[in-house]
Nanobody, 118 residues
Framework: QVQLVESGGGLVQAGGSLRLSCAAS????????MSWFRRAPGKEREFVAA????????RYADSVKGRFTISRDNAKNAVYLQMNNLKPEDAAVYYC???????????WGQGTQVTVSS
């Protein structure tokens, strides 16, 4: 099992950048594929990005390709989401998740709020 805590959310103007972090506890972090999801008000939670356990494979939602970058540091038990050129439609609560396959989620963090002003 793994516990996940997100940080780095906040208020940013459209076109700006934020870097989200997810700190994981547990000695098995490096065995999990890690993902970011988000939920905007009135919408269902959606997949944003995923990185394989080794960091060698990544996957992105079409809506964030070219703007967001997911990465991980297994030595620090952490996963990151660098978000550039943010748009108002990126505003949401962002969740970190650990899963057994790329893009899946078996364990969730509590979420961090991202607000983008136009």
């Amino acid at each position: 099992q793994v516990q996940l805590v997100e940080s780095g959310g906040g208020l940013v103007q459209a076109g700006g950048s934020l870097r989200l972090s997810c700190a994981a506890s547990g000695r098995t972090f490096s065995t999990y594929n890690m993902s970011w999801f988000r939920r905007a008000p009135g919408k269902e939670r959606e997949f944003v990005a995923a990185v394989s356990w080794s960091g060698g494979s990544t996957r992105y939602a079409d809506s964030v390709k070219g703007r967001f970058t997911i990465s991980r540091d297994n030595a620090k038990n952490a996963v990151y989401l660098q978000m550039n050129n943010l748009k108002p439609e990126d505003a949401a609560v962002y969740y970190c998740a650990a899963g057994y396959t790329l893009g899946s989620a078996a364990y969730w963090g509590q979420g961090t709020q991202v607000t983008v002003s136009s």
